[in-house]
């Protein structure tokens, strides 16, 4: 068991280490292709925040483990939208853009009542599977959301700071094989000792994706946020949270269907209710009052709110 745990904070490990240094590789291999911070800082800082989650999902979903596919991005939903956004706002009240709560907010709503849809039989489907074709339809609809924000940063430019250090060709390189290696190794080392845990303690996939997986590949979101918050940076840090739940939901859900149709079990449908839940109460909070903000007392709130659903589903 203990050997079990090592492996497991092994391939977690593993998994920050190699997007991180991903990240660093590939940002300063564009920096010398003169490819400004805006765009590296929307492409490959923002992949190499959801790259565990996909990396994870890819190998669950090769091998068969649809409870921690589901689990993986559910629980990483939950774990941003409650933990990440509420210690955000405790460091600082979170004040957003209009654009925000009118469009990326409800784009976040739509692909959770979408992927809903389509694991319930209420568009065509004859069982509560996400199959290939559904797959490709969010990946279609992720291409959209691509260029919808493509279009929003041509008309209202913000630009992005991001730290890229000047490494040698070599070093560049070193950083991109390394970090495509660990992120490869520690994904599939977290699902198959995830999984041996799960066996090991009589806990199902479903509860292992939920809460150490979904919370180990959450992490370069929290990291992000917290830095992008204690820097009074609100629209990096509510934007990096909103856009990983849509980048999982469109982009990760859909590519673990696109390599296996996945089944969905209906034990899941809380996780749902609660995430969706939790998005329209993140509307409602920044859409009343003078300024469109989450306060400290809202994100008190999302945070005991995450605290008592863990409890409940633990001991369930």
């Given at each position: 068991m203990i050997t079990q745990i090592l492996l497991l904070a092994l391939g977690l490990v593993l998994l920050i280490t190699g997007a991180n240094g991903l990240v660093d590789g590939a940002s300063a291999l564009a920096k010398k292709f003169n490819v400004s911070d805006l765009a590296i800082g929307l492409t490959i800082v923002a992949f190499g925040t959801s790259a565990p989650e996909l990396v994870v999902n890819v190998f669950a979903s090769y091998q068969g483990h649809q409870d921690i596919v589901f689990g993986n991005v559910i629980g990483s939903n939950n774990f941003n939208l409650f933990i990440i956004l509420g210690i955000t706002g405790l460091i600082t009240p979170i004040v957003v853009q209009s654009s925000t709560?009118?469009?990326?907010?409800?784009?976040?709503?739509?692909?959770?009542?979408?992927?809903?849809l389509l694991t319930h039989h209420f568009l065509g489907s004859d069982s509560n599977t996400l199959t290939r074709v559904d797959g490709f339809l969010l990946?279609?609809?992720?291409?959209?959301?691509?260029?919808?924000?493509?279009k929003q940063l041509k008309s209202?430019?913000?630009?992005?700071?991001?730290?890229?250090?000047?490494?040698?060709?070599?070093?560049?390189?070193?950083y991109v094989i390394f970090g495509l290696a660990g992120l490869v190794i520690g994904g599939r080392l977290l699902v198959t000792t995830a999984v041996d845990l799960a066996t090991t303690f009589g806990m199902s996939e479903k509860l292992i994706g939920l809460t150490i997986v979904a919370a180990g590949t959450s992490l370069p979101e929290l990291a992000t946020s917290v830095v992008a918050a204690l820097k009074k940076n609100s629209d990096i840090a509510v934007?990096?949270?909103?856009?990983?739940?849509?980048?999982?939901?469109?982009?990760?859900?859909?590519?673990?269907?696109v390599?296996?149709?996945?089944?969905?079990?209906?034990?899941?449908?809380?996780?749902?209710?609660?995430?969706?839940?939790?998005?329209?109460?993140?509307?409602?909070?920044?859409?009343?009052?003078?300024?469109k903000k989450l306060d400290r007392w809202e994100a008190a709130i999302l945070l005991i709110g995450y605290l008592g659903y863990m409890a409940y589903i633990i001991q369930k």
């Open positions: 709560i009118w469009k990326e907010i409800p784009i976040s709503f739509l692909g959770i009542v979408l992927v809903y990946l279609l609809l992720f291409g959209l959301f691509l260029y919808y924000v493509y209202d430019p913000v630009e992005i700071e991001v730290k890229v250090n000047n490494y040698s060709n070599l070093k560049i390189w070193c934007g990096n949270i909103i856009g990983s739940n849509i980048f999982n939901l469109f982009f990760i859900l859909a590519t673990s269907a390599i296996k149709p996945i089944a969905y079990d209906t034990v899941f449908d809380l996780d749902m209710y609660i995430l969706a839940g939790g998005t329209l109460l993140v509307f409602i909070a920044m859409f009343t009052g003078k300024k």
